[in-house]
């Protein structure tokens, strides 16, 4: 097994051998299906496939390449959020934001991605799929008569980013109450408890009942063991 | 499906016969039967779904959400430190594992690597959590299936393990331990000797279990044969962990990835099991937490002396891209896919958690069972309602 050594620092570009073969081999069986890739040497592969060829491009990766695990499925939505991160001080006006999309690894020209994580499980060699899903009524295939544990995964998707997922015809609602409105991960959905009530970390640390200073605390008392 | 042995062709027989009675219209008058939400056999509230045809289920399903938290909206708006926070309370019962694979991912993001000494205390504090979270379930399992003493035995010998957890991240179900960069802080003294005799007892734990569990025959006809997942099934589901490898496939995520975690430097073995079955399950389960006692016994002897904590900013920031790291958790693959965009907290996380999937097969694993092997199939799965609602 290969060691992950902190001394050993290496100024070379790491070149890996096994992600381009695999790239390629990918490239040749999915043809122009695949419209962009990434590779971080030693750590992960990423591809793109044009929406309408999802389906059957995850099915050649199972079949030709043998990726036969199912990681996980999920979606991004790659607009920054209205809201920030909920922190803002009510009484001030809103700051600019940057509303920007930009899309992760691989590339998107859409604001959501719907991405997969596949497995080789004899070689243990994994890699994710990404894909475009058009803005206005999102909506894709489902994968579930590749592999049958997308069912809950697409449906956890379609509840929290409001993605229809075509030919899965059991997409209720995992977790949420059956009238909720509103999908919950998508960056303009409001996290209502910061909205409700301003971000305590605001203000500085309160003062203490009596008014006192508050003592600078040692480090606790545990010895080291070495 | 080939290389079946007689029980799992028996169990497919079942399942295909309870379709059948469906299409042909022979269904007697059915009926449902909810367990849970509240149930022991459901370590929180999951409630099933089963419609029973006489003693025998047609259809079932669980029904989530009952302890639904929002972590990966939540994790939007929190710093990357404060992270840990929330995914200590996804899988309960071994909450320092649940930390690791989130902070690897923020410190491949950063580029940093914990000093040797972080990585060793890491490993050994992953195992101390998969003991805690293991021997429950062993202890568990014989409540579930009608025998009483094993959870006394579990529940004495897990707080030993709770003990030396608390006794060095000061929480003991919730350490919030793990940095980005290394540890909060070092052991406290006598701590590896400590541990080494309770190393001991749970050896013998492991073995009383053994005796009293898998040796007996009530137990054997109860699990063998139940709920068989032939590999290619389990695969498509994504099951993971002890269940994977109940179904004959060989794949451990501490042996077959590189992280920076010390796994590698102890001998120990990854057991499978061919037959799929729910008494595979447990089995698997019971040898891996010899191992496990094994993997710390082995590192507490080695451990490096050294810094605890890398050099990393007072206030972290993680730059732009994204990563995936997954580990082998308690309950199975438990994976972080992180996107940064350069800010001081994450831009999205999806948590990948073993539960979620592993208990995904019921609708296809309960239909044809009789009504007991429900609760042998779940308590097998093994699964923890944080881990599914997240």
Redo the contacts between chains.
């Keep these: ?4 050594s ?1 001394s050993s620092e290496t100024t070379t570009p790491v070149v890996d051998v096994v992600r381009e073969q695999m790239l390629e081999a990918i490239k040749g069986s999915l043809g122009d299906a695949l419209i962009d890739s990434h590779i971080k040497p ?3 592969l ?1 591809i793109r496939v044009r929406t309408d060829s999802w389906r059957t491009s995850v099915q050649k990766l199972r079949d030709v390449h043998s990726f ?5 499925l ?1 979606a ?2 790659w607009m ?2 209205p809201y920030g ?3 803002d001080d009510p009484t001030e006006p809103a700051p600019e934001r940057d509303m920007t999309i ?1 899309s ?2 691989a590339g998107g020209d859409t604001r959501m991605q719907v ?1 997969i ?1 596949i497995v080789n ?1 004899t070689t ?1 060699f ?1 890699l ?1 799929v990404k894909v475009d899903v058009a803005d206005s009524a999102p909506s894709i295939e489902s994968l579930i008569t590749i ?3 997308a ?3 697409e449906r956890e998707t379609h509840e ?1 980013f409001g993605i229809d997922f075509v030919g899965h015809n059991d997409l209720r ?4 109450p059956v009238d909720f409105e509103g999908h ?2 998508r960056k303009d ?1 409001p ?1 209502l408890a ?1 909205m409700v009530k301003p971000w305590p970390g605001i203000v500085d640390v309160e003062p203490l009942p009596g008014g006192d200073e508050p003592e600078p605390v040692e480090q ?1 008392s ?5 | 499906m080939t290389m079946l042995g007689d029980r799992q062709q028996l169990s497919y027989i079942a399942s295909q016969a309870a379709d059948a009675r469906l299409n042909l219209e022979l269904e007697t008058e059915g009926m449902t039967l909810n367990i849970g939400p509240q149930h022991p056999a459901t370590h929180g509230t999951l409630r099933i779904i089963a419609r029973l045809d006489g003693e025998q289920v047609v259809w079932a399903e669980p029904a989530c959400g009952y302890m639904h938290r929002g972590y990966e909206k939540l994790t939007e708006v929190r710093t990357f430190p404060q992270v840990t926070t929330l995914v200590n309370r996804i899988d309960w019962l071994g909450s320092f594992a649940n930390e690791v694979p989130f902070i690897l991912a923020a410190e491949k993001l950063m580029g940093v690597e914990a000093p040797t000494r972080a990585q060793y205390i890491r490993t050994i504090l992953f195992e101390l959590s998969r003991i805690a979270n293991v021997s429950l379930f062993l202890g568990d399992l014989g409540v579930q299936l009608g025998a009483i003493t094993p959870v006394f035995l579990a529940f004495r010998d897990r707080e030993y393990v709770l003990n030396l957890i608390e006794s060095a991240t000061g929480g003991r179900f919730h350490p919030n331990f793990d940095r980005i960069g290394g540890l909060k802080d070092d052991l406290p003294a006598g701590w590896i000797d400590e541990t080494r005799a309770v190393m001991k007892k749970l050896r013998n734990f492991c073995d009383q279990i053994e005796d009293l569990l898998f040796g007996n025959e009530i137990f054997q006809s109860r699990t063998r044969g139940i709920g068989v997942i032939p590999r290619d099934v389990a695969l498509q589901y994504g099951l993971s962990g002890a269940n994977l490898r109940a179904s004959g496939v060989d794949w451990d995520l501490r042996r077959d990835q590189t992280l920076p975690m010390m796994w590698n430097k102890a001998d120990w073995k990854v057991w499978t099991h061919p037959d799929g079955d729910s008494f595979a399950r447990c089995w698997i389960r019971l040898q891996e937490t010899r191992e496990s006692t094994k993997i710390v016994d082995q590192l507490l002897g080695s451990i490096p002396s050294g810094p605890v904590m890398a050099k990393v900013p007072k206030i972290i920031k993680v730059p732009e891209g994204e990563a995936w790291v997954s580990t082998e958790n308690p309950l199975g693959e438990m994976g972080y896919y992180v996107v940064s965009r350069g800010d001081l907290g994450p831009f999205r996380v999806k948590i990948r958690s073993a539960s979620f999937n592993n208990i995904s097969i019921t609708p296809w694993l309960l239909r044809g069972v009789y009504v007991p092997d429900i609760v042998t199939i779940l308590a097998s799965l093994y699964f923890i309602l944080g881990d599914i609602d997240r």
């Design positions: 097994m290969k060691q992950l902190s030693d750590d992960d990423w036969d695990y199912f990681g996980f999920s991004i939505d920054p959020s991160r909920g922190e930009r992760g690894y991405f994580r499980s243990h994994g994710t592999f049958a544990g069912n809950w995964h929290m609602n995992m977790y949420l919950p991960l959905f996290l910061r606790d545990k010895d080291g063991d070495a």
